[in-house]
């Protein structure tokens, strides 16, 4: 069994910051890609940004220069730094993450319950 929890979610205001953690925990044998979604109302869930077991980061065009993707693979825990927030930053965001199980030598991605994230004008 492998759970996917955020936190870190808020209400901010326009220009400030927030830091969102994501932590995968459960019967992992080893966690490749986790990323960052949002879903704001009236709209698709979209991605945010995802980093690889390597490091390497990719990211929305409406957030780059301002959000970093981080994480720290020996915790199974990934990392969104959210800077110079906007408005339109407001959304539920969920983290989702690949997961190899003790169980299962198949990968499976799961995904958290998501957090809510308001920026006020």
Not at 60 to 65: E, F, I, L, Q, T
Not at 90 to 105: D, P
Request: with cysteine.
């Amino acid at each position: 069994q492998v759970q996917v929890a955020e936190s870190g979610g808020g209400l901010e205001q326009t220009g400030g910051s927030l830091r969102l953690s994501c932590v995968a925990s459960g019967s992992i044998f080893s966690t490749n890609v986790m990323g960052w979604y949002r879903q704001a109302p009236g709209k698709q869930r979209e991605l945010v940004g995802h980093i690889t077991s390597g490091g390497a980061t990719n990211y929305a065009d409406s957030v780059k220069g301002r959000f970093t993707i981080s994480r720290d693979s020996a915790k199974n825990t990934v990392y969104l730094q959210m800077n110079s927030l906007k408005p339109e930053d407001t959304a539920v965001y969920y983290c989702n993450a690949v997961v190899r199980t003790t169980y299962n030598s198949v990968l499976y991605v799961y995904w958290g319950q998501g957090t809510q994230v308001t920026v006020a004008s």
